[in-house]
């Protein structure tokens, strides 16, 4: 009432610029950060005051015989008798492809060693490569008939090879997903826990078999561990890897799941993910992300553990290794990974008071960062 005319309008008149400042530095920064975070602010909504998708899996529900287009593409190489000690505590499926033959060596010759474990820590586990067809082969006849051979070679050596007739590709993936869970279904029910994990990751086999020992004493069931996405929004950029088509899923954010880097899941579930694949449309060709629509169809959900990366790389210490599960990204050093994560001084590394605190301290300073660093979360630091 009492301000004068003059200092109203300068008033207004400051308010009127900073305005237009801020709408014009949003319009120019729109593309880079509106979408990203406007997706998210929906998704994490979603997630967190709704959190009811049941109508997702309904609506991917089809018949037996139309799921079943999706999943049963006939065997190439096959061992159905790996599984024939009724013993297994852990059938670990490897998401691989044909050309990758180093990558299993490695993975053969250090954490995939079933005879390491068993010599180790008495328990059996059982190593699957999983893989379809090589995509580029199939026009060059010579080149298709040379890695075939090469394939057959190793197939006779190791007998841990399972290929499927589709194509290996990044869109596919999810048909390795239903190779895994109907191989076990037909050749492995007796496993207590089955794990899938790319072959560009590492896992520390001692830490991860002594965890599921502690959870097989305990009789667990129900289990789905590993890095859980929680409200992950689709991808809507098409130049994105991970590019989400509308008419594939239509809502803003995806169910709960684990990275497909590896995860745990325990026999049990195994069998009730198995049956949610006999009538759910496979097309979602993000794998992980479809494992957690047939989980929702059949009442499981995943829990963290914070041990199992999902895209990152462990820092390198020895009071990580010590606790590790899983790290992804290694497609040249898991065999010097493995080398120092078993070694003998690394056990009971931060034992005692000392130790403990020390390794506190460590594991602060390698996973509290102010900013994003893609390895294990700072609650980490306090396990
Ligand atoms: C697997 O481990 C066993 C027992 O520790 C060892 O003798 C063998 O050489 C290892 N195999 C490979 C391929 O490294
Ligand atoms: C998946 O594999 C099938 C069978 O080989 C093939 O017809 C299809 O084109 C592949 N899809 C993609 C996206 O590669
Ligand atoms: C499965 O979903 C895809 C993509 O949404 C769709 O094109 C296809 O027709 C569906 N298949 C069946 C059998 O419903």
């Known amino acids: 009432m009492f ?39 929906k998704s994490y909504s979603y997630r967190y005051l709704i959190n009811s998708y049941d ?85 060059d006849s010579l080149q298709q008939k040379k890695m075939h051979k090469e394939l057959h070679k190793e197939h006779m050596n190791h007998g841990d090879l399972v290929q499927q ?11 390795k997903l239903l190779l895994q869970f109907r191989w076990t279904h037909e050749n492995c029910v007796h496993t207590r826990f089955l794990m899938s994990a790319d072959d560009d990751v590492f896992i520390h086999l001692p830490n991860l078999v002594r965890y599921l020992q502690d959870l097989r004493r305990q009789n667990v069931r129900n289990l789905w561990v590993g890095h859980v996405h929680r409200g992950a929004p689709p991808v809507r950029r098409r130049d994105s890897k991970y590019y989400m088509p509308f008419d594939m899923y239509q809502w803003s954010s995806y169910p709960d799941y684990t990275a497909g880097a590896g995860y745990v899941v325990s026999g049990d579930v195994a069998a009730k993910i198995y049956q949610a694949t006999l009538s759910l449309n496979a097309s979602m060709y993000i794998d992980d992300v479809f494992m957690g629509i047939c989980a929702i169809a059949v009442g499981v959900s995943p829990q963290e ?33 493995w080398k120092v994560a078993t070694a003998p001084q690394v056990e009971g590394f931060s034992s005692g008071l000392v130790g403990k605190l020390y390794c506190t301290a460590v594991k602060m300073k390698l996973l509290c960062k102010p900013y994003f660093t893609n390895t ?8």
Not at 10 to 32: A, E, G, P, T, Y
Not at 165 to 175: C, I
Not at 307 to 335: A, L, Q, W
């Open 165 to 175: 007739n589709f194509l290996d590709t990044f869109h596919n993936l999810t048909m």
């Open 55 to 139: 109508f997702i899996h309904k609506s991917l529900s089809v018949s037996p015989e139309q799921a079943a287009r999706f999943g049963s593409y006939p065997y190439l190489l096959n061992n159905k008798d790996i599984c024939k000690d009724k013993n297994v505590l852990l059938l670990l499926f490897v998401k691989s492809s044909p050309g990758n033959f180093r990558r299993r060596q490695a993975i053969r010759s250090t954490w995939g060693n079933e005879s390491y474990i068993r010599h180790k820590l008495g328990v059996i586990i059982k190593v699957v490569f999983a893989m379809g067809v090589h995509p580029d082969v199939l026009s």
């Open 305 to 337: 553990h914070v041990f199992f990366s999902g895209e990152g790389k462990t820092p390198y210490h020895p009071c990580i290794y010590e606790k590790m599960i899983t790290s992804h990204g290694h497609e040249n050093d898991i065999r010097y990974l």
């Open 376 to 383: 294990y979360s700072c609650m980490a630091a306090f396990t």
């Open 3 to 41: 301000m004068n005319c003059r200092r109203v309008k300068k008033w207004h008149f400051l308010q009127l610029v900073s305005m237009c400042c801020v709408m014009s530095v949003l319009m120019v920064c729109w593309d880079h950060v509106g979408h990203h975070v406007v997706s998210h602010v």
